[in-house]
Structures are given as structure tokens and as C-alpha cells.
């Protein structure tokens, strides 16, 4: 319903369709990077590794608070100012054509990376929702038949709306769900007394320990000034102001559901401990009394909803723009508004249908996300150079660190001997950040850039 009101604030038009109009005030991008923020990872996600690693897991939504602050404080109203659509664009704007199109790639493989982990979350809800019905495949069908449908109507403007609702329904019904569990399984000590003894499950750091907890604070630092889905809700809001205010609310509103998800992940470690700790979170609710169970679970559902409408928005926007539009524009052409809608809306499509093939392959949920993020390493390495020392920069740097920065989380994945370091996002910092520095000192074409007042 609330995609279909969103077809007349559209307007027939690819702006309407991909970014809002740029009117939002910033209650509206406050619940939009909310619903983004606490999605499938951050609540079935957390519980899972919760269910393996014990309370430290809730500090992923705390890192993501962390990372909304500081692009709050630093990246959010500098983005508005800007005036662009994309992350690549702005490489396209003031670097090369070569380092738009490697942005494109490798935001793209965020994203996709990101919008996949929805569909595995909402086929494990689903599942253990309806276990009658619905295997952890088709439920992962139906999750990205939602998900597709709701952006192919109404498009950034359905996705912002439904987030009003979704993040009240994630509030209400994570909060009753975790007192729900902590009923169920008899109070704090009682679940205690039924966990393994070689863990901590309630120590904050020692499951995952302080590596693996600081390289979270970094990948959220990072990801959260240059992953097209965060910075697109930026480029949403109507001004440079509603745009910082609206990712300071957000932080206030997402930070503290990780450990409560976290705590329920514990709560079905005691109670059932050899189930897949992917259904961690759906198993233990849907045994606590029925009313909370649906209420809990139609939280968790938004949750992964909220997040998957804006990620296949954002997606749709990086192929339309960097692209199509830029392909056309080379060539002299304008692309009409219909047009512009039309590709969008089929673009939305095709990456649904895409991300449900990742989805499939996808195992781990937290795991597999943060490597995913540390892609943003190089993006955001650029991004702040260029706000803050426009100067320094030169044109050709953006394509080489875009570029290693790639390779390193491929050569990470493959090749086991290259992970010396806690994680990924360490290893990125300490190669990408220096090699652009270099390059900007050796290199001789700066970049044109007069920074928006």
C-alpha cells in the first residue's frame, strides 16, 4: 500500500524514483539509514554469531552507530553539498573515466554482497516461521519477491515511507521478543548454567576478542562515508542540514538492537543447542507465546525489508547513472525522463533476480558481510582526501587504490597465508592509505575540485 501511495511522489521521473526528489527532511533520513542499518545481518545475523561467539556480536550495531556519527559529523552534509548521484560519479567528476568504471564494479559487489545476506535472513525467519511451508530456499524466494516488488512500485520514496513503519515494528518487536526469551529460558542465570563452560558468553570481548571488535569500528568507520546505499540517503535529504541531523538521529535509533539480538542468539544457545545457528534467532521465538512470536518476527522481517528496498534501489541507481546516462552523455544524448524510469525499474529487477543466486551460495551472514565492506576502504580514503585536501590529490591515484584495494580482499579470500592481520579492513587501511598518499606525491595532474562552502 505504501509503495503504491509512493507512485505520485515519484513523478514519473528517475530523480523521484532513485532519490526521493532530494526532499527529505531528516526524520526521513533518519528512519530511512535506520531501516538500512538494521537489517537481516543485524538482527538474525547478530544472533547467529551470538549463538556461536556469545554477547561481544552485539557490538556490530554499535559500530554502525560509530560509523553513522562520524559521517554525521564529517561526510553527510559535504555528500549534499556535492550535488552528485553516485560514489562513482564523483570519481567520473574529478578523477578518471578509468576509476569511475572500477567504482562501479566494486560498488556494485558491495551491494550485491549486502542486498544477498537479506534474502538469507529472511529465508531463515521464514522458515522457522513456517516450517510447513517454507524450506530456507523459498523463503528466500519470497523475501526477494517482496523486496523487488516493493522497489519496482514506489522506488527510494516507498523504501523511506515503509521505514517509518518498519523501524517502529523492529523496535516493538525485538524489545518484546528479547523479554519474551529471557522468560523462556528461565532468566539471565539459568542461561548461564546451561551454556558450555569453555566460553564467556556474556563477556563482551572475549568470544571475538578486541582485533576482531576494533576491525568492526573500522569497517563501519569506513563503510559508512562511501558505500553508494548509505551515501544515497544523504543525496535523498532536502538540504546539507537535514542531511547531518538525520544520520546523528539515526545512530540513537540503531545502536542498541545489536545486543538485544545478541542476547536471544544466547537464550536458543541454552535452549537448543544444536540447531543451525543461522535459525538461531526465528527457532527461540517462535517458542515463546504466539502473539509475541508474530510480533517479534514481523520485526525481524521489516528489519530485513527496511535494508533490502534501499540496497536494490542503490544498486539501480550505480548501473543507471554511471552507466547508461554516462554512456549516452559521451555520446551527446539526453535520456529522456521515461526512459531514465523505465531502465530503473528494470534494473531493479534484474538485480533481485541476481542477488537471490548469491543468496543461495551464501553461508556465514556477519562473516561474509564485513569482508564485503572493506571494499569501501579506497572509496573513503578518496572521498575524505578530496572534501578536506583537494590540493593534494591527483587525478590517476583513484583508479590504482580503487584497484589494489580490490585485489587485496580477493587475494584474502583465496589465499588463506595473506590473512596475518585479525581482518581484512586492517590489511586495507595499511597498503590503500599509504599507496594514495604516494601516488599524490609522485603523480603530476591534480584534480580540479573547489570545495562547496
Known sequence: MVSIVSIRLVKNEALGFLLAGRAWPWYMVAFMLTGLAIGGASTVGTAQMAFESGLPAGWYNVAWGFGALLMGIFGASQWRRIGISTVPEMLGKYYTASSRVLGVILQFMIIMTVTCLQFVAGGALLSAMLPDYFSLFSGMLLTAIVFVGIALVGGFWAGGLSNVLNVMIIWIGITVGMMACWS??????????????????????????????????????????????????????????????????????????????????????????????????????????????????????????????????????????????????????????????????????????????????????????????????????????????????????????????????????????????????????????????????????????????
Open 184 to 453: 523462556l529460558a528461565g532468566g539471565t542465570e539459568v542461561i548461564i548454567s546451561r551454556l558450555p563452560r569453555e566460553l564467556d558468553y556474556f563477556n563482551l570481548v572475549q568470544g571475538l576478542g578486541w582485533g576482531v571488535l576494533l576491525g568492526w569500528f573500522i569497517v563501519m568507520a569506513t563503510m559508512t562515508f562511501t558505500m553508494q546505499g548509505v551515501v544515497q540517503v544523504s543525496l535523498a535529504a532536502r538540504s546539507p542540514g537535514h542531511a547531518k541531523w538525520g544520520f546523528l538521529t539515526a545512530v540513537i535509533l540503531m545502536a542498541p538492537l545489536g545486543f538485544f539480538s545478541a542476547y536471544m542468539g544466547i537464550a536458543a544457545k541454552s535452549l537448543y543447542p544444536d540447531i543451525a545457528s543461522v535459525k538461531a534467532l526465528p527457532t527461540i521465538i517462535m517458542n515463546t507465546n504466539p502473539i509475541v512470536a508474530g510480533l517479534t518476527l514481523s520485526g525481524l522481517w521489516a528489519a530485513d525489508i527496511s535494508t533490502g528496498v534501499a540496497l536494490l534501489i542503490s544498486s539501480a541507481t550505480l548501473i543507471e547513472k554511471d552507466i547508461y546516462e554516462w554512456f549516452m552523455e559521451n555520446r551527446g544524448l539526453i535520456v529522456p525522463r521515461e526512459r531514465a524510469l523505465r531502465l530503473s525499474r528494470y534494473l531493479v529487477l534484474i538485480i533481485g533476480m541476481i542477488g537471490f543466486y548469491m543468496a543461495v551460495k551464501a553461508a556465514s551472514i556477519l562473516n561474509t558481510l564485513l569482508i564485503g565492506l572493506t571494499l569501501c576502504t579506497p572509496f573513503t580514503i578518496i572521498f575524505l582526501f578530496t572534501t578536506f585536501l583537494p590540493g593534494f590529490c591527483k587525478k590517476a591515484a583513484a583508479f590504482w587504490t580503487i584497484l589494489v584495494g580490490g585485489l587485496i580482499v580477493v587475494l584474502w579470500l583465496l589465499f588463506p597465508t595473506v590473512r596475518i592481520l585479525p581482518h581484512a579492513i586492517y590489511l586495507e587501511w595499511l597498503v590503500t592509505l599509504p599507496l594514495f598518499i604516494i601516488l599524490c606525491l609522485i603523480l603530476k595532474d591534480p584534480i580540479k575540485l573547489k570545495v562547496p562552502s
